[in-house]
């Protein structure tokens, strides 16, 4: 009987670091990945309890590698929750500000047919906050500066040619180093 409880304790001992350690690795390697891997947000994929989208450096996906070499590996991006449009990260991590000439670059690349001059509408909120913003790329996705207020994840609802996607992603503080 001793045996058997030693077991048991054993196995719930595994289990329970199992489930400990798998759940400390659903952020990402923060340190910026592989070329190949990914990488969690600019404060290690968390902020306020919620995870940031993952910002990956593998392939872009084949409807986005338009104007890449190759198939655009170790180009850091984030594809949206539905995979209808993704987020090229020039700048990175993106840094928060309210200053109009800093600048993110983002280059916004939908995999769904877009109507001429109609705008993405991008509505952002603070996770863990009611900070919101709303912010308007006019002719649709495609070349953009976006600056957002405060450091931390938000949550993105992008809305353009009737087509509606969304992302979190990860705001760094102002001044930090771009990678």
Not at 35 to 61: H, I, M, N, W, Y
Not at 72 to 97: C, M
Not at 99 to 125: A, C, F, H, Y
Not at 138 to 160: Q, Y
Request: proline fraction near 7%; include cysteine; hydrophobic fraction near 35%.
């Amino acid at each position: 009987m001793i045996t058997i409880r030693r077991g048991v304790r054993a196995l719930g001992a595994l289990v329970l670091f199992t489930t400990v350690s798998a759940a400390g690795c659903t952020a990402g390697n923060t340190a910026g990945g592989t070329a190949g891997g990914t990488t969690g947000g600019a404060a290690g994929g968390k902020a306020g309890g919620s995870e940031c989208s993952t910002v990956r450096r593998d392939a872009l996906p084949t409807w986005a590698r338009t104007g890449f070499s190759d198939d655009g590996s170790g180009i850091r991006h984030v594809l949206g929750d539905n995979g209808d449009i993704l987020a090229v990260l020039f700048n990175y991590p993106p840094t928060a500000s309210a200053d109009p000439d800093d600048t993110n670059k983002i280059l916004w690349v939908s995999r769904l047919p877009q109507e001429p001059m109609r705008p993405l509408t991008i509505t952002g909120v603070l996770d863990g906050t009611t900070t919101s913003v709303t912010r308007e790329i006019a002719g649709g996705p495609g070349p953009s500066s976006v600056n957002l207020p405060k450091a931390g994840c938000w949550r993105l609802t992008l809305r353009w040619s009737g087509h509606t996607d969304s992302m979190s992603l990860e705001f760094a503080p102002p001044g930090t180093a771009a990678e």
